[in-house]
């Protein structure tokens, strides 16, 4: 299972709207070009290496989400190599797991908001020791980015307008090349609340940029 086709959201008028990631490319991230340039100067083709570190991230992914539905997984799209990275990711995420243990209520599932008008898909909304998780799940083998805490405040209000109630919020990154394993970032509502308010103007720019009526700016304030 490669990466899904990039996917269209659409309201309740049929109108396509845009994905929270979409959304969050109007950001400028400065730690890509870095990196990237970095690569350059190696001799290495980052578009190349991206995709590789892609298709490992795209199946630990799958394997997570598998062992959340209690499917079985199929590989046949991959190499041996990504199938060992992407198992020994896994891996750190069952280790995680057997610590946290979750009763999935929602996995990947698509989500609109009427209200605020984009569309998403929140990795994993779980029972978790008593509390309602929304949890995300990253493979990047350095550091939790500002734009990832964005990026679930969003869903949080995706799953907010669905009449779900959200008490915790994690991101959990899962590095290939940390022999540690998983690195939690419990998200507090003040996080949240200020990585939405971003997400929104994220989202006003957009629309702007598409002759659209910006609608969150107000909306929020």
């Keep these: 299972?490669?990466?899904?086709?990039?996917?269209?959201?659409?309201?309740?008028?049929?109108?396509?709207i845009p994905s929270v990631t979409t959304v969050l490319n109007e950001l400028n991230k400065p730690a890509l070009v870095k990196w990237a340039n970095k690569l350059g100067l190696q001799g290495v083709d980052s578009d190349r290496y991206k995709d590789e570190l892609a298709d490992i991230g795209t199946l630990t992914h799958y394997f997570i989400m598998c062992?959340?539905?209690?499917?079985?997984?199929?590989?046949?799209?991959?190499?041996?190599?990504?199938?060992?990275?992407?198992?020994?990711?896994?891996?750190?995420?069952?280790?995680?797991?057997?610590?946290?243990?979750?009763?999935?209520?929602?996995v990947e599932e698509a989500l609109v908001s009427e209200k605020y008008q984009f569309g998403g898909r929140p990795d994993l909304f779980a029972l978790c020791s008593g509390l309602f998780l929304l949890g995300d799940f990253k493979t990047n083998a350095k550091g939790i980015f500002p734009e990832m805490v964005y990026q679930v405040a969003a869903y949080r209000v995706l799953l907010i307008e669905q009449g779900y109630r959200v008490t915790r919020a994690v991101i959990l990154r899962i590095g290939r090349d940390d022999p540690e394993g998983c690195e939690e970032r419990i998200?507090?509502?003040?996080?949240?609340?200020s990585g939405f308010e971003i997400f929104a103007r994220c989202l006003d720019i957009y629309n702007i940029?598409?002759?659209?009526?910006?609608?969150c700016t107000a909306l929020i304030s």
């Design 67 to 106: 062992h959340l539905q209690e499917e079985v997984p199929n590989v046949s799209e991959y190499s041996p190599v990504q199938v060992d990275a992407a198992k020994a990711c896994y891996k750190k995420y069952v280790d995680w797991e057997l610590r946290n243990p979750v009763r999935p209520l929602l």
């Design 187 to 193: 998200l507090t509502p003040a996080e949240l609340d």
């Design 1 to 16: 299972m490669k990466a899904r086709a990039k996917e269209h959201y659409r309201n309740a008028a049929g109108e396509i």
């Design 209 to 215: 940029k598409r002759g659209n009526k910006p609608l």
